[in-house]
């Protein structure tokens, strides 16, 4: 059987824009979901998060988690999950913060720089990727959502 794949493309003009599809996602959202979010520092990860944590009906200010791997929203329809591993060390750290009651659990998980944790993710989840093209513009982003598993 082969894996099946879905890809949708996305050009955003602005960072308003990057929102906006950030909360039709959170909108979308199903319990369970796992989003991946790839891109370089500064194209907009963290931009894109705080549109789905609207989406989701948070309030409170989302902002990248850096320092502490991962924090959670329990003010949405459901539970948000928003890891970013980029200075994780090792997997085991994952193990340590219980990422398996998220990964499985009822609510939306959203891990930035979700690459470094490759072996760890679920069968099934939406591989969010942002990407620059400065010849379009400093503002221009290509997000590409992906349909795994
Ligand atoms: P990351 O979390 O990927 O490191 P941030 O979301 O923190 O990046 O920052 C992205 C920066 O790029 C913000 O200052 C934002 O205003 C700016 N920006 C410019 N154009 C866009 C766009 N089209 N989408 C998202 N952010 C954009
Ligand atoms: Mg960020």
Redesign the pocket.
Known sequence: MSKDIRTEIIE????D???ALGERIGRDSLPGQVYTLI???????????QGVAKGLGITEPVS?PTFTILQIYEEGRMPFYHFDVYRIGDVEEMEEIGYEDCFYGEGVCLI?WANLIEEILPAHYHRIT?EKDLEKG????RITIEEIG
């Open positions: 955003t003009q602005n960072a824009e990057t929102f891109g370089d520092l500064g194209v907009g990860k963290t931009v894109l998060t990248s930035e942002i400093f503002d221009y982003r």
